[in-house]
């Protein structure tokens, strides 16, 4: 997968050469390029911003820098085209569903906002040859969009084939298919500091095993995530339905 990010801020995505992801960059299950947007600007200041109309606080980034910056990096139409994620609080909420459809694109390109935002062409223009999609990574403001892209790609890499070592792992861990967070998990020493490792998990009993990992999930989701575990229900009630 090639993935290639904008931004005026290049150092922050650094982290990309660390840990499973730069791993799998340097393996070449990916194929990471980072570009600094200021390359694209011809002033002596190398200016990105200007004030919004409509007026208003803040700043709005200025078109040109980036329909350069796209032109040279992503020429051409078609479907050859990347798909460009651009990360804003005002996008489509990023999930474990998105990642596992983000994973199964060839290529990505995103576009890191500061200030207020992007001016609206810039994305308008982008669809008029690439698929475009806005994507929030939660109900809360960061101040541009790069670490909002570090989470993005750590979540869809994980998902590539070769790039985690056992995808088992993927099975069963939260907001993967069953819609439940995941059980607790404990390793030795069975006593640490006066609390001990829940009895079962020293039983042997697979089958005993699974019922108390699916209580557990339960019970968690039921404590932490309501919302997720009314939705477990009604997709358990659907399949019920589905079967009879
Ligand atoms: N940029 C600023 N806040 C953001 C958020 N919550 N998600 C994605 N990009 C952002």
Request: proline fraction near 7%.
């Amino acid at each position: 997968m090639r993935l290639d990010v904008f931004s005026i801020f290049p150092e922050y995505l650094a982290a990309l050469d660390v840990s499973l992801v730069g791993k799998a960059a340097k393996s070449g299950l990916l194929d990471v390029r980072v570009h600094d947007l200021r390359d694209w600007t011809h002033d002596r200041h190398r200016t990105v911003d200007d004030t919004p109309y409509g007026g208003g606080a803040g700043m709005v980034m200025k078109p040109e820098p980036w329909g350069e910056a796209f032109d040279s990096v992503m020429p051409g139409d078609g479907p050859s085209q990347p798909r460009l994620i651009v990360p804003t609080p005002a996008g489509r909420p990023f999930s474990q569903d998105l990642a596992y459809e983000l994973a199964a694109e060839p290529w990505l390109a995103f576009a890191c906002g500061r200030y207020e935002g992007i001016d609206g062409r810039v994305a308008a223009h982008a669809a008029e040859r690439m698929q475009v999609t806005e994507v929030s990574i939660g109900d809360y403001v960061l101040n541009g969009g790069e670490v909002a892209v570090l989470v993005m790609v750590e979540a869809i890499a994980r998902l590539l084939p070769g790039v985690i070592g056992n995808p088992e792992s993927l099975a069963e861990e939260s907001h993967s298919g069953h819609g439940l967070l995941e059980y607790p998990v404990y390793t030795k020493p069975p006593a640490w500091r006066g609390h001990e490792v829940p009895e079962v998990l020293l039983s042997g009993n697979h089958k005993l095993i699974a019922e108390w990992r699916h209580e557990e999930s339960v019970r968690r989701t039921a404590e932490r995530r309501p919302d997720l575990l009314a939705a477990w229900g009604s997709s358990l009630a659907a399949e019920d339905d589905a079967a009879s």
